[in-house]
């Protein structure tokens, strides 16, 4: 089916080390995001990737780096764990399908996330 | 601003009763207001979505109403079933649908 792939979908760190949680997309989109959702909060911006090439910050960027590897990959490494990373990661693509309306452009697909607890 | 207010936190209704959830706005440059429903342990996953140049989308059960003037946008579901069950977001975004900036979410009960 098609859709947003997360892998892995548990993980548990201790503090300090690195890990990369890896999304794949099969839907051609252009956009691909990662957020964190924690009780309370909603879903906050990790960082986005507007188009292949080129990713940029959002509204919680500190601890992450992103690397957009292809039109399907969207890559969050934590490179030092912290407990405050403990959440549950999404990633998410969008995209207008060629020739589609403005009306018809949807929004987001999510994965089904990555719990992490940092300990 | 870009914050997208949303209330109830959490909402408990019986078996047929009508769920109502209300979101606020500030940026009048959003253009595209979806709701997202999310069930336990998966992602969320686009409910119903409308654009400001209507006041109300309907699709089932499911009923957005918007007004652009209060900057207010609210969802109803009709005859709530306990599958409604699930937290609800709504959302808000512009410059054709990236970044969308989400609201804190609601916990729906629906009881048998």
């Known amino acids: 089916n098609a859709g947003v792939t997360q892998t892995p979908k548990f993980q548990v760190l201790k503090t300090g080390q690195s890990m990369t949680l890896q999304c794949a997309q099969d839907?051609?989109?252009?956009?691909m995001y990662w957020y964190r959702q924690d009780p309370g909060m909603g879903l906050r911006l990790i960082y986005y990737s507007a188009s292949e090439g080129t990713t940029d910050k959002g509204e919680v960027p500190n601890g992450y780096n992103v690397s957009r590897l292809n039109k399907r990959e969207f890559s969050l490494r934590l490179e030092s764990a912290a407990p405050s990373q403990t959440s549950v990661y999404f990633c998410?693509?969008?995209?207008?399908?060629?020739?589609?309306?403005?009306?018809?452009?949807?929004?987001?697909?999510f994965g089904s996330g990555t719990r992490l607890t940092v300990v | 601003q870009q914050q997208v207010k949303q209330s109830p936190q959490s909402l408990i209704v019986q078996k047929g009763g009508i769920s109502i959830i209300n979101c606020a706005y500030e940026?009048?440059?959003?253009?595209?207001f979806p709701w997202y429903q999310q069930f336990p342990g998966k992602g969320p996953a686009l409910l119903i979505a409308?654009?400001?140049?209507?006041s109300e989308k309907k699709e089932g059960r499911f009923t957005i109403s918007f007004n652009k003037s209060a900057k207010q946008f609210s969802l109803h579901i009709m005859d709530s079933q306990p599958g409604d069950s699930a937290t609800y977001f709504c959302?808000?975004?512009?410059?054709?649908?990236?970044?969308?900036?989400f609201g804190p979410g609601t916990r729906l009960s629906v009881l048998p």
């Open positions: 959302a808000a975004s512009y410059n054709y649908g990236q970044n969308f900036v």
């Open positions: 998410a693509s969008s995209g207008r399908r060629q020739g589609a309306s403005i009306l018809g452009r949807g929004g987001y697909t």
């Open positions: 839907m051609n989109h252009n956009s």
């Open positions: 409308i654009r400001p140049d209507v």
């Open positions: 940026n009048t440059a959003f253009d595209y």
